[in-house]
């Protein structure tokens, strides 16, 4: 069974920065495919970043420029840097990947409980 575990949220001043981690387990080969996703209070969950197969990254546009998505294979973890933040990038932040097992077996969509990060102005 895959999991993956976020962690790295926390309270922090505007301006500061926070790294957000996503741990998969599970006889993982490796992690394919990876985003990051953000809810904030009342508000739809929303596509932050991605990195794609071939490392290809995109960003939403609120983002771009401060935070980076980044991926360690040798610890089958996915990393998001958040840089400058700002009091609209408070929410719950959930990481999604596509794995492979060193099986072969590719699973698809999976999804961790998320991290809160809290930026106080």
């Known amino acids: 069974q895959v ?10 001043q505007a301006g500061g920065s926070l790294r957000l981690s996503c741990a998969a387990s599970g006889n993982i080969f490796y992690i394919r495919t990876a985003n990051w996703y953000r809810q904030a209070p009342g508000k ?16 939403a546009d609120s983002v771009k420029g401060r935070f980076t998505i980044s991926r360690d294979n040798a610890k089958n973890t996915v990393y998001l840097q958040m840089d400058s933040l700002t009091p609209d990038d408070t929410g719950v932040y959930y990481c999604n990947a596509d794995v492979v097992l060193i099986t072969g ?17």
Do not use: I, K
């Open 44 to 59: 739809q969950r929303e596509l932050v970043a991605s990195r794609s197969s071939n490392g290809n990254t995109n960003y």
């Open 3 to 12: 999991q993956l575990v976020e962690s790295g949220g926390e309270l922090v």
């Open 105 to 121: 077996t590719e699973m698809r969509d999976n999804w961790g409980q998320g991290t809160q990060v809290t930026v106080s102005s």
